[in-house]
Structures are given as C-alpha cells and as structure tokens.
C-alpha cells in the first residue's frame, strides 16, 4: 500500500502540471494572429514557465563569474610578495597572517613577524597566538618577535635597510579615543611616525621594495588620509592599491587591538567583510641638491 500511496501523489502532481500546461497552451492559442511566429513561441515559452513554477535560477553561471572575480583579487594580493624575500610584519595580533604567508610561500625562513604586546599581554588577548607563532617557527622556520614598537623600527641596528617588503595590517592606536577628529588626529601622527621609521628600514637596493598598510574602507580609516600622510613623512608615494583579498590567506583570523573575546567580540573576519584595501608605497627618489 505504501507504493501505491508514493505513486499516488507522484501521479496527482504530474496531473497538475499537465492540466496548468494545457491551460497554458490554450491561452496562448488566444494571443493576437498578427503577432508574429517567434513573439507567439515566446508567449507560449513564458505561459509555460510559469506553469512550471517559473523560471530556473541562473546562480551557477553567476557564481562561476563571481568565483573568478574573487581569485583574481586573491592573486593581485598574493602576488605583492614573493619567496626569499625579507619581509617584516607588524601589529600581528594573533600572528595567523603570519602562518597564511608563511604557508602561501613554501617558507618562512626569511619572514619576521612581530607585535607590539609584550609575551604575557599577548597571551593573555590572543589565546591562539603562542600555539600559531610555534607552528610559524617550528613547522616554517620563521621568525616571531614581541614587544616591537613599529614607531621605532630604526632603533633596532638589525631592521635597517634590511627587509623588502614592511607590513603593517589594520593599524590602530589602540587608545580607546571616541571623539573622531581627536581618533583620526591621533592615527595621522601613528602613522606618520611609522613610514618615518620604515622607510629606513628598506633594502634600497632590491626594486620591489615596498611598505603595505591595510585599512577598512570608509570612515574614520579615511580620515586619516594613510597616502597624503606617507607622502608628507618621507620620501614615499603611492604605487597601487589592491583589495585585502581575505580569502588569499588560508586561516588568516583577523584581530582587533584589544584582543578577541567570544562575548564581545566579532567572530573570525566579520569585521572585514564591509571591505579593506591594501595600500603600497615605494622609495622615491631624491634630487640631490
């Protein structure tokens, strides 16, 4: 009896489907005679799809060009670094862009990783931050550091004139400042402080050398104007500005500068998903009188 049941109603709903199909047919057969042969198929065309429930969605074809698009993006933020290369990374929080370059170069032999907490501070915000920096040093062969001021980069006699590339994601200050022209103020002076000092810590004799600075896109990240200032505290300019493309960097997890914490706290890259952009700036060069 059950199957009979079960091709009972598989029977009642092609019976309903072939009576709105005739129904369909009927109604199309009253269209105007003057319209002519192909106008009558596409009216039959859409009585039927609608018949049928309407029309089929086109979301593989989208999410196919969707899906290019996002790797495209992906491979221009890839493509700003390169195996061998020095590259310095600062504010690294819980240290995971650190491992996604890592594994995204084969190595990371010649990556030094850093934030400005010191070891308890940092443990204590970033509860993945000691198991990620052993997976970076042990299973890499990376470098991680603690305690690393990116205002005073040059203080340290091994940074200068020693990296290619010098990274600093989302910069922030940290201060806890709410009114907005004193928080874009305090960021201006943050950041003009660390393109002071970074700049001399680039290998002028590599071409690629460059410093990146990521930030969200909108308010207050545009308030504090990160080209104009670059431009105004060393000899630097602008070379391009790519997407953070979030999904390049297997594992990445970003953090804010307070810490992450489950009850207060966004999960993973919400944050991001409004969108970020990574801004490169290069050496220019100095007349010499």
């Given at each position: 009896?059950?199957?009979?049941?079960?091709?009972?109603?598989?029977?009642?709903?092609?019976?309903?489907?072939?009576?709105?199909?005739?129904?369909?047919?009927?109604?199309?057969?009253?269209?105007d005679p003057k319209l002519k042969r192909k106008q009558r198929k596409q009216q039959l065309k859409a009585a039927e799809t609608a018949a049928e429930g309407g029309p089929k969605p086109k979301e593989t074809k989208?999410?196919?060009?969707?899906?290019?698009?996002?790797?495209?993006?992906?491979?221009?933020?890839?493509?700003?670094?390169?195996?061998?290369?020095?590259?310095?990374?600062?504010?690294?929080?819980?240290?995971?862009?650190?491992?996604?370059?890592?594994?995204?170069?084969?190595?990371?032999?010649?990556?030094?990783?850093?934030?400005?907490?010191?070891?308890?501070?940092?443990?204590?915000?970033?509860?993945?931050?000691?198991?990620?920096?052993?997976?970076?040093?042990?299973?890499?062969?990376?470098?991680?550091?603690?305690?690393?001021?990116?205002?005073?980069?040059?203080?340290?006699?091994?940074?200068?004139?020693?990296?290619?590339?010098?990274?600093?994601?989302?910069?922030?200050?940290?201060?806890?400042?709410?009114?907005?022209?004193?928080?874009?103020?305090?960021?201006?002076?943050?950041?003009?402080?660390?393109?002071?000092?970074?700049?001399?810590?680039?290998?002028?004799?590599?071409?690629?050398?460059?410093?990146?600075?990521?930030?969200?896109?909108?308010?207050?990240?545009?308030?504090?104007?990160?080209?104009?200032?670059?431009?105004?505290?060393?000899?630097?300019?602008?070379?391009?500005?790519?997407?953070?493309?979030?999904?390049?960097?297997?594992?990445?997890?970003?953090?804010?500068?307070?810490?992450?914490?489950?009850?207060?706290?966004?999960?993973?890259?919400?944050?991001?998903?409004?969108?970020?952009?990574?801004?490169?700036?290069?050496?220019?060069?100095?007349?010499?009188?």
């Open positions: 009896m059950g199957h009979k049941a079960m091709r009972g109603r598989k029977a009642g709903r092609g019976t309903a489907v072939t009576k709105k199909l005739k129904q369909a047919r009927r109604e199309a057969k009253t269209v989208q999410s196919k060009k969707e899906a290019r698009a996002q790797e495209l993006i992906a491979q221009q933020h890839r493509a700003l670094y390169a195996p061998g290369e020095r590259i310095l990374l600062l504010g690294e929080g819980n240290f995971s862009f650190a491992r996604a370059l890592c594994q995204q170069l084969g190595g990371g032999q010649s990556i030094f990783a850093t934030c400005y907490d010191n070891e308890e501070t940092l443990n204590t915000k970033y509860t993945d931050a000691a198991k990620i920096r052993k997976e970076i040093e042990e299973q890499f062969g990376g470098t991680t550091l603690v305690g690393v001021d990116a205002t005073k980069l040059h203080s340290v006699k091994e940074f200068r004139n020693a990296f290619s590339k010098i990274v600093w994601n989302f910069p922030h200050a940290g201060t806890g400042e709410t009114d907005l022209d004193k928080s874009a103020e305090e960021h201006r002076k943050l950041l003009s402080k660390f393109f002071k000092s970074a700049y001399r810590c680039l290998d002028f004799e590599n071409p690629r050398s460059a410093i990146h600075v990521s930030l969200k896109t909108g308010e207050p990240y545009k308030s504090w104007k990160v080209v104009q200032t670059a431009r105004a505290a060393a000899p630097l300019d602008v070379l391009t500005v790519t997407p953070f493309a979030l999904h390049a960097w297997e594992g990445y997890a970003h953090r804010r500068t307070i810490g992450f914490k489950d009850e207060i706290s966004a999960d993973d890259n919400l944050e991001l998903q409004k969108g970020a952009n990574v801004y490169v700036f290069g050496p220019v060069e100095q007349d010499d009188d």
